[in-house]
Nanobody
Framework: QVQLVESGGGLVQAGGSLRLSCVAS????????MGWFRQAPGKERELVAA????????VYADSVKGRFTISRDNSKNTVYLHMNSLQPEDTAVYYC?????????????????WGQGTQVTVSS
């Protein structure tokens, strides 16, 4: 059974930082691309950042470029999202997701495994 478990969310003031973690089990982590997505109230879920299975290619939403960094540690079956200079518009539930290594990392529909999400709230 595949499980993706996110942690690290919380309440932070604008300008602050958080690090999200997602630990995967039940799948060959090193053969999967990993992505972070978010969904704000009343909005559709969107891609925040993704990293390919080798860790050599990353993509970011324009809104987070230069502020967020995705990384992975295949030895720990873990993917991270380092978030700096957080703004109120970053408030959302953040989800970790996995897709097979041959999938396109930008395409949300390619991700077959999802975590339960972790809430990030940024106060102004």
């Amino acid at each position: 059974q595949v499980q993706l478990v996110e942690s690290g969310g919380g309440l932070v003031q604008a300008g602050g930082s958080l690090r999200l973690s997602c630990v995967a089990s039940g799948l060959a982590f090193s053969n999967h691309n990993m992505g972070w997505f978010r969904q704000a109230p009343g909005k559709e879920r969107e891609l925040v950042a993704a990293v390919n299975w080798r860790g050599e290619m990353t993509v970011y939403a324009d809104s987070v470029k230069g502020r967020f960094t995705i990384s992975r540690d295949n030895s720990k079956n873990t993917v991270y999202l380092h978030m700096n200079s957080l703004q109120p518009e970053d408030t959302a539930v953040y989800y970790c997701a996995a897709s097979w290594m041959m999938a396109m990392i930008r395409i949300q529909e390619e991700y077959g495994y999802w975590g339960q999400g972790t809430q990030v709230t940024v106060s102004s």
